[in-house]
């Protein structure tokens, strides 16, 4: 007689499919946050950067990357505003749906179980948060890059002027 084995065959890594979509999921969610956390502390770090390689006001303003890179630091920040304040606009449209309309709520979770979409949430919402992503990563690296090229272009005795 062959011995019963005490656990259950070794799975890999995920019990199941909708164990492994899960954690994606939940890793998606979590780079995607770690993206605004990120992409703001470095607009800040360029805003201070900008204030020390250029000395002052004056400094900045003086200087054409200088501008250019507090210019794309304010579109990213204001960028963060305007996604936040849509997606939270649709999303809350989306928990009124959910409690108004059950029957059809339950009838689209069953529409799309198991495929691809974008459901429970819409195409407008993942639209805008594909396009808030772009626009943090984007206007952030663009700022730090015209920090960089600013700085590096713009003549030593410019960086040594006091306010």
């Known amino acids: 007689m062959t011995p019963q084995p005490t656990e259950p065959p070794d799975t890999g890594l995920y019990s199941s499919p909708a164990e492994a979509s899960k954690k994606v999921s939940s890793e998606y969610e979590y780079w995607s946050g770690k993206l605004t956390e990120t992409s703001l502390h470095l ?41 936040a304040w849509v997606l939270s606009w649709l999303l809350r449209k989306r928990v009124i749906y959910s409690e108004d309309k059950k029957a059809e709520w339950i ?26 992503r772009r626009i943090k990563a984007v206007f952030t690296l663009a700022a730090g890059a015209c920090l960089i090229w600013g700085a590096i272009n713009t003549p030593a005795s410019v960086h040594m002027k006091t306010p």
Do not use: H
Request: aromatic letters at 14%; one cysteine or more; proline letters at 1%.
């Open 43 to 83: 607009c800040y770090a360029v805003i201070g950067a900008n204030w020390v390689v250029f000395g002052s006001i004056n400094g900045i303003l003086d200087n054409n990357w200088a501008k250019m890179s507090l210019l794309m630091v304010i579109l990213a920040l204001a960028s963060n505003i305007v996604g």
């Open 107 to 132: 009838k689209e979770f069953n529409q799309f179980v198991g495929i691809r979409s974008t459901w429970p949430f819409t195409d407008s919402i993942d639209a805008v948060g594909l396009w808030m």
